[in-house]
C-alpha cells in the first residue's frame, strides 16, 4: 500500500516523465508542485516508492523513471476514473462521414489518424476478413526511445509476434493493456498495446491497436480508444 502524498507524487513523475522522457528529479518536483512538505521529505517519498518497485533510478546522481508497477498503478487508476472522450471526438466522427460505406477508405484514413494523434503504431484487424491495415512508423521513429538501433530491432519482432499472435490474446470489448513485461512476447519489455476488440458496420468484428514505448500517452492513447468505441456503438 502507498500513501496518498506518494500516489500524488508517482502520478506527477510518471507524467513529466512521459513528457520529457528524461528521469525525473525532486528539485524539478519541488519546483514545479506544491506538495506541502520540504524537498528533503519529498526525496524520502521518492526513495520509499523505489524500495516498492514503483519507480527505478537509472544512475546513482539521476532522477527517477517509472517501472511496470508504477505505470501499472497509474493506467488502473486511468481506466477506473473513466478517462474522458478524446477532445477533439469530432475529427473520429468526419472520418466516418466522409468513408461511408467505403470500408477500405474508413481502414486507412482511421489508423493514418490514430496513428498520428497517438504517436504510435497501429493496427486494425478486421477479424472475419483476415485483414490488417497497419500506420505508424513515421510516429515510432520521432519517439527518442528508438534512436537506438537495437530497440527499433526489438520493436520490429514485437510487431510480428503480435499480428501473428493477435487471436491468442483474448481481446474483447473492453480495453486490454498490457506493459512491458506484462507482454506474451520475447523482447516485448520496453513496449506497450493498448488494443480493444470493436465491431464495424458492413464488416463485422475487428480489432483496434495502438503499439509503442512504455513511456506512451496513456491518458490520451485510451480517450481516443474510448471515442472510437463510443462512435461504432452509434453507427
Not at 516498492?52 to 517501472?67: C, K, N, V, Y
Not at 490474446?169 to 506474451?184: A, D, Q, V
Request: net charge neutral.
Amino acid at each position: 500500500m502507498i500513501t496518498e502524498r506518494q500516489k500524488s507524487i508517482l502520478d506527477k513523475i510518471i507524467k513529466e516523465y512521459i513528457d520529457s522522457a528524461r528521469p525525473v528529479s525532486s528539485r524539478l518536483l519541488e519546483k514545479k508542485y506544491r506538495f506541502g512538505i520540504r524537498p528533503a521529505m519529498i526525496r524520502i517519498e521518492m526513495q520509499k516508492l523505489t524500495d516498492q518497485d514503483f519507480l527505478f533510478q537509472p544512475h546513482t546522481s539521476a532522477g527517477r523513471i517509472p517501472t511496470d508497477k508504477g505505470y501499472r498503478f497509474f493506467v488502473n487508476k486511468l481506466l477506473e476514473s473513466k478517462t474522458s472522450e478524446f477532445k477533439e471526438i469530432f475529427k473520429i466522427e468526419e472520418i466516418f462521414r466522409e468513408t461511408k460505406k467505403d470500408i477500405l477508405r474508413l481502414a486507412s484514413q482511421l489508423t493514418r489518424f490514430l496513428a498520428e494523434e497517438s504517436s504510435s503504431f497501429t493496427i486494425l484487424h478486421f477479424l472475419e476478413r483476415e485483414l490488417f491495415w497497419k500506420e505508424g512508423w513515421e510516429e515510432i521513429l520521432r519517439e527518442p526511445e528508438f534512436e537506438e538501433k537495437n530497440l527499433l530491432f526489438d520493436f520490429a519482432d514485437f510487431l510480428e509476434n503480435f499480428e501473428k499472435n493477435i487471436k491468442n490474446l483474448k481481446i474483447n470489448s473492453e480495453i486490454k493493456i498490457y506493459i512491458g513485461r506484462e507482454n506474451p512476447f520475447p523482447k516485448a519489455k520496453d513496449f506497450s498495446i493498448i488494443s480493444s476488440k470493436c465491431c464495424f458496420p458492413d464488416v463485422g468484428e475487428g480489432v483496434v491497436s495502438l503499439l509503442g514505448p512504455k513511456r506512451m500517452a496513456y491518458d490520451r492513447n485510451i480517450g481516443l480508444i474510448e471515442s472510437l468505441l463510443k462512435i461504432l456503438e452509434r453507427c
